[in-house]
Nanobody
Framework: QVQVVESGGGLVQPGGSLRLSCAASGTDLSIRQMGWYRQAPGKQRELAAVITSGGSTNYADSVKGRFAISRDNAKNTVYLQMNSLKPEDTSVYYC?????????WGQGTQVTVSS
């Protein structure tokens, strides 16, 4: 079983920055991929950023150039550095961890961008 715990959400003004963290723990992690999805009120969950075990990354067009995903393999932790935040980035951000069996999800962390 894999546990996924996110942290780092909060309220920030437009143009500000936040860093989200997500730590995975458990046995036989064998993590292939980690990433972040987000879901705004009334909208479908969408991919924000993903990083593979080899370090390849992919971003939603809406966050390219503003968000940066990174990973500490030794700590089984993934980070999402979010800069130049906009009100439309307001969402619940969910971390996921993919191993060779299935995806595991965190509980989500709220990010609110508002003046």
């Amino acid at each position: 079983q894999v546990q996924v715990v996110e942290s780092g959400g909060g309220l920030v003004q437009p143009g500000g920055s936040l860093r989200l963290s997500c730590a995975a723990s458990g046995t036989d992690l064998s993590i292939r991929q980690m990433g972040w999805y987000r879901q705004a009120p009334g909208k479908q969950r969408e991919l924000a950023a993903v990083i593979t075990s080899g370090g390849s990354t992919n971003y939603a067009d809406s966050v390219k150039g503003r968000f940066a995903i990174s990973r500490d393999n030794a700590k089984n932790t993934v980070y999402l550095q979010m800069n130049s935040l906009k009100p439309e980035d307001t969402s619940v951000y969910y971390c996921y961890v993919r191993n060779y069996i299935r995806d595991y999800w965190g509980q989500g962390t709220q990010v609110t961008v508002s003046s």
